[in-house]
């Protein structure tokens, strides 16, 4: 390749100057991508290249959107990842364990309670059956 040469187009060089070493990629800019790459005729590889993204990153848009992704962002709701799930269903477990817990230690005391009630005597003192003659 000639440096005079006008036909053919110079190499195409992206300099990054952040300090950020991933670029970060909107929904929208993700749904574009993926949109691009089911078209008649584009293909992922060929998408990828264009944009300067691993093809690997682009077939993992492409799963999440089609298990149901798109359906996320239609709805505009955040996708939560897979380990945040596993993190909050530990949690409800947790939770569920210490009120089933809490709850058992109400029916015990409960029932220690009516037992305690049922053996402790009633007595009435003599003062209290004569309330009529206010001495107490």
Do not use: C
């Not at 945040?84 to 109400?106: F, I, S, W």
């Not at 005391?109 to 402790?120: T, V």
């Amino acid at each position: 390749m000639s440096l005079s040469d006008p036909i053919t187009p110079s190499p195409r060089v992206e300099v990054l100057t952040s300090v950020q070493r991933r670029r970060r990629w909107s929904v929208n800019e993700k749904v574009r991508l993926v949109e691009e790459a089911m078209q008649p005729g584009s293909s992922v590889s060929f998408v990828a290249r264009r944009y300067g993204i691993s093809p690997s990153l682009l077939f993992t848009w492409k799963r999440r959107m089609l298990e149901g992704g798109h359906q996320a962002v239609q709805a505009d709701e955040d996708v939560v990842g897979t380990s945040r799930v596993r993190e909050l269903e530990r949690r409800v477990r947790d939770l569920e364990r210490l009120l089933g817990r809490k709850t058992m230690e109400a029916e015990i005391l409960r029932e220690a309670l009516d037992l305690a009630r049922a053996k402790k005597p009633t007595l009435l003192l003599p003062s209290w059956g004569a309330a009529g003659d206010g001495s107490r």
